[in-house]
């Protein structure tokens, strides 16, 4: 699945993805006032090629519950009931604050080539701190291959994706300008970062499925 500013400091030294820095139980100890949350939001599409025709990728895309968690790896996975998922993207942190989202997706059945996939609440979890508002809609477009040779079905995925932060004081002393503009940058590197490995993953399974190898001209990431 497409796309700080301290004063001369690389972007690496803003981003994190490790465990290092404060744990997020800590951070949240130190909000006794619950001050009103930071909103982060990114509005992402990009496609995903299959070297197939629709309906072979319609079939493939309706069996979620045999490909999703295996897809995903090595993010962790959790089946909430028939269509729905508990999905932990990573770690992810800047200014020495770490999070590790967890958000609840629910694949609805696809109407008319058009698949949705929208934000659910996970039972007995509640997210330290942040809260995810997650709406996507993927569309099947069959299309002939280049040279004619045969067709391939183009998955275009658009994304809005609205976080809600609640900070810890330490992070509510730095200027307003200089959070939001880290935010939406590591808002949209985990889309990016996410969403390329998966589609990836995605185009090889579905290929494995079918017994084809992965063709050498499909766009990878």
Not at 33 to 45: L, V
Not at 99 to 117: A, D, F, N, T
Request: with cysteine.
């Amino acid at each position: 699945m497409q796309s700080p500013f301290i004063q001369n400091q690389p972007m690496e030294a803003m981003f994190c993805s490790a465990s290092t820095g404060r744990d997020v139980e800590d951070a949240v100890a130190e909000m006794p006032d619950r001050a009103e949350p930071m909103r982060f939001h990114g509005r992402f599409q990009d496609c995903m090629e299959m070297y197939a025709d629709a309906i072979a990728v319609q079939k493939y895309l309706d069996d979620h519950q045999e490909w999703f968690c295996r897809s995903a790896h090595p993010m962790k996975v959790e089946s909430l009931g028939s269509n729905s998922y508990a999905l932990s993207v990573g770690r992810y942190g800047a200014f020495g604050h770490e999070v590790e989202p967890k958000v609840g997706l629910e694949l609805l059945p696809q109407e008319q080539s058009v698949y949705r996939i929208k934000t659910v609440s996970i039972p007995d979890y509640v997210a330290p701190g942040y809260e995810v508002d997650f709406n996507a809609a993927l569309e099947l477009v069959e299309t002939e291959v280049d040279n004619g040779s045969g067709v391939m079905t183009k998955i275009q995925w658009q994304l809005d994706l609205i976080v809600d932060m609640h900070f810890p004081k330490f992070i509510r002393k730095l200027p307003k300008k200089v959070i939001q503009t880290t935010g939406d940058k590591l808002l949209a590197q985990i889309v990016r970062q996410v969403s390329h490995r998966l589609t990836r993953k995605v185009q090889q399974d579905f290929c494995q499925s079918l017994g084809v190898p992965f063709p050498k001209k499909c766009k990878k990431w």
